[in-house]
């Protein structure tokens, strides 16, 4: 199975300010048809996850710009460009380039 | 809109059985993917097992549940179903259906498995 590792585990950021978080592979995620299948998701507490990213770089419908993503092989980063309130929460890598589909630990976000 | 409503939660008694239902609307259900994850009570997501459309069939399980667990969809009724056998304690958890590459949720259905 491939093994995710999301880092920091927790992060306390500054409303306004940029945020960054890596997500690491234990194999490298592209795929034999040419994708990289590496997929954040955000959740708030008590409510599902909502999906911000897909194949490293591409915003589902919806997702602030302020969301980007980049990466390629093992190492992947989701960036804030301007942290909100509402940003707040927890935040899953997880690879679909092979099944078993598997998730990172989550990156738990507050605010300073 | 695009959603996907389950039902079917609940409370069971260890070896008990429970089957979810996850019915999709807004979008053409039967050329996606379905998958089924959980997240047991403070803790992270999991994948549980997958079913591809008619187009790519495929079904995939986590090595952990497979044999008590097993995924169905009916697309006539727009609908996906987990059925889940020998319930055990460390299965509580909030069920999640999701479609596709996981781009459509639903919004969680509990699963207490409590004597």
């Known amino acids: 199975d491939i093994v995710m590792t999301q880092t920091p585990h927790s992060s306390r950021v500054t409303l306004g300010q940029p945020a960054s978080f890596s997500c690491r592979s234990s194999?490298?995620?592209?795929?034999?048809?040419?994708?990289?299948?590496l997929t954040w998701l955000h959740q708030r507490p008590g409510q599902p996850p909502r999906p911000l990213i897909y194949?490293?770089?591409r915003r589902f419908p919806g997702v602030p710009d302020r969301f980007s993503g980049s990466g390629a092989g093992t190492d992947f980063t989701l960036k804030i460009s301007r942290v909100e309130a509402e940003d707040v929460g927890v935040y899953y890598c997880m690879q679909s380039t092979e099944f078993p589909r598997t998730f990172g630990q989550g990156t738990k976000v507050e605010i300073k | 809109e695009v959603q996907m409503v389950e039902s079917g939660g609940g409370l069971v008694k260890p070896g008990g059985s429970l089957r979810l239902s996850c019915t999709g609307s807004?979008?053409?259900?039967?050329?996606?993917?379905m998958n089924w994850l959980r997240q047991a009570p403070g803790k992270g997501l999991e994948w549980i097992s997958s079913i591809g459309p008619t187009s790519d069939f495929y079904i995939h399980y986590a090595d952990s549940l497979r044999g008590r667990f097993t995924i169905s969809r009916d697309d006539a009724q727009n609908s996906l179903y987990l059925q889940m056998n020998s319930l055990r304690v460390e299965d509580t958890a909030v069920y999640y259906c999701?479609?596709?590459?996981?781009?459509?949720w639903g919004q969680g259905a509990l699963v207490t498995v409590s004597s």
């Open positions: 807004g979008f053409t259900f039967n050329t996606f993917a």
């Open positions: 194949k490293v770089s």
């Open positions: 999701a479609a596709g590459g996981v781009e459509i």
């Open positions: 194999q490298d995620l592209l795929h034999s048809g040419g994708d990289t299948h």
